[in-house]
Every structure is written in structure tokens, then in C-alpha cells.
């Protein structure tokens, strides 16, 4: 099991791809770990030519739980600094999704000379008003309800309307939802949602060079489109590219049309 020790904690990581492609890190969002990049992103990403790198963030999968009990979401790009170091990779492209969207401009800003290229996938500058609405549900159904209570709870969220006029999609993201050999603990995932609530990085993304695409499922009710606008807008130079169709979890839902556009987007850079 690859682990390694990365400032306070041991970080679980694979890599998937030929030695010789250019490294892209995916940063998986709250509550999930590296194994939702598997079905679509990394088979995209590896067919392109490119070596992925994947982790699970501290409190999540098989990386350790947090040895501290508050931190932010600068901590949690500290943590993938201290990855890249340690694998002595020196730039690579980031990719990160929902909550690791946070985490990704928070490395493109405390970081910069690691990043080569930002993707901020189903993400948004600061938490508003109606995500916190939301983690307050998902808070009290994962301390009250099991686990294929909450799933059901919290999918249309996540998904349109054609995802569940699927059964076989729906049954396989609820597979891989409920099969989790690793599921996270209800105190790992608060210390997850209290770092995500303080993040606002409004006022700083003027300050990110590196090129960056944003990427949003035009269906997008958890972190709608003019969230993505804004970040375009904030950061200099952006790319903003909305998915026809595509929900929160454009990544499953609409999988082949968001790799393509982020695919072309590192090809240019």
C-alpha cells in the first residue's frame, strides 16, 4: 500500500500512466477519495498520454486522520505540496473537483511554482449561502440515517434528472458509494466541512498566473454556474467552459464531455 510520510500524516497516493507523461494531480472533493477518478478521468487522462496522480486528502480513504483538529483548506494544499515534494515532482498540472477546486486555488496560490496548469471542476470561490444549507442536511442525515439512507438523501443533489432515468447509473454510483471499503468517519468529514466553510478566496485570485480552466455542468444546483463565472472573471485569463447536461457530478454524469474539454485545455499548456 503506497503511503508516505508528508508533514503530519501519512498520504496515500497511486500513480496511473506511462513514467514519461506530464504528472497531473487530481484532488478529489469532501467526503470522497481517489478511487472516484477511476471509471472516467483517469482512463481519460491515461489514453491522452498523461501520468495521473491520485491521493486521498487527510481525514479521507486511506490517508491518516487529521492529528489536528481544525484546519483549513490551506492546510489541505500544504498537504499536497508536501506530496508533490516528496515524490520530487517539481510542476504538474492540477486538477481539482468540488471541494478540491478550494484546495486548487489554494495551492496555485500559496504554491504557485508547483502548478503548470489549474482545472477547477464544480467549484466556486467561497461557500454561499445555499451549500451551507446543504451540509447542514447532509450533516444531520450522516449522523441519523445509515449509509443507503444517506446516498438517497443526498444523489439528486449531486445529479439531473437523466442520471437517475438510468437505473444501471444510479445503481453503480450507489455501489460505489455504499462498497467503500474505506467509508470516512462523521468526525473526519465535519473537520472536511468546517475547513470548507472558511475558505473565501475572493479577493485573492487576482493573484494566480498560472493558466486555468473552470468547468461547471450547466445543471449545477450545488455550485451553480455563476459561481464558475465569478472564479472566471477573478482569475486573470481564465477559460470557463459549461457543460451541456451536466449536474454536480458532471465527473460521472457527463464524464466524456468534461474530460474532452479539460483534455484540450492541458494540451495547450
Do not use: K
Not at 462523521?186 to 475558505?199: F, I, K, N
Amino acid at each position: 500500500m503506497p503511503r508516505i510520510r508528508v508533514r503530519d500524516l501519512h498520504v496515500y497516493y497511486e500513480f496511473a500512466g506511462a513514467d514519461t507523461g506530464e504528472p497531473v494531480v487530481l484532488i478529489m472533493g469532501l467526503g470522497g477519495d481517489h478511487q472516484g477518478w477511476l471509471p472516467a478521468q483517469v482512463p481519460s487522462l491515461t489514453a491522452a498520454g498523461y501520468r495521473c496522480l491520485l491521493f486521498d486528502n487527510r481525514d479521507v480513504g486511506r490517508t491518516d486522520a487529521s492529528p489536528v483538529p481544525a484546519y483549513t483548506v490551506r492546510t489541505f494544499a500544504d498537504d499536497t505540496a508536501g506530496l508533490l515534494q516528496a515524490l520530487g515532482i517539481e510542476r504538474a498540472h492540477i486538477v481539482g473537483g468540488s471541494m478540491g477546486g478550494l484546495i486548487a486555488q489554494e495551492l496555485a496560490l500559496s504554491h504557485p511554482e508547483l502548478v503548470r496548469s489549474l482545472t477547477l471542476l464544480s467549484t466556486m470561490p467561497c461557500i454561499d449561502a445555499l451549500m451551507r444549507a446543504f451540509l447542514a442536511a447532509m450533516d444531520a442525515a450522516r449522523e441519523r440515517l445509515a449509509p443507503a439512507d444517506v446516498f438517497t438523501l443526498g444523489a439528486p443533489w449531486l445529479f439531473t434528472w437523466r442520471f437517475f432515468a438510468n437505473p444501471e447509473a444510479v445503481l453503480l454510483a450507489r455501489q460505489m458509494s455504499l462498497q467503500n471499503p474505506y467509508p470516512q468517519p462523521l468526525d473526519a468529514w465535519r473537520r472536511q466541512c468546517a475547513a470548507s466553510l472558511t475558505h473565501d478566496s475572493r479577493t485573492r485570485l487576482g493573484q494566480i498566473r498560472a493558466p486555468t480552466h473552470v468547468v461547471v455542468g450547466a445543471e449545477d444546483v450545488l455550485t451553480p454556474p455563476h459561481m464558475s463565472r465569478l472564479l472566471a472573471e477573478l482569475i486573470p485569463g481564465a477559460t470557463l467552459t459549461i457543460i451541456p447536461g451536466g449536474g454536480h457530478g458532471t465527473f460521472i454524469e457527463q464524464a466524456a464531455a468534461q474530460d474532452a474539454a479539460m483534455i484540450g485545455f492541458l494540451r495547450r499548456h
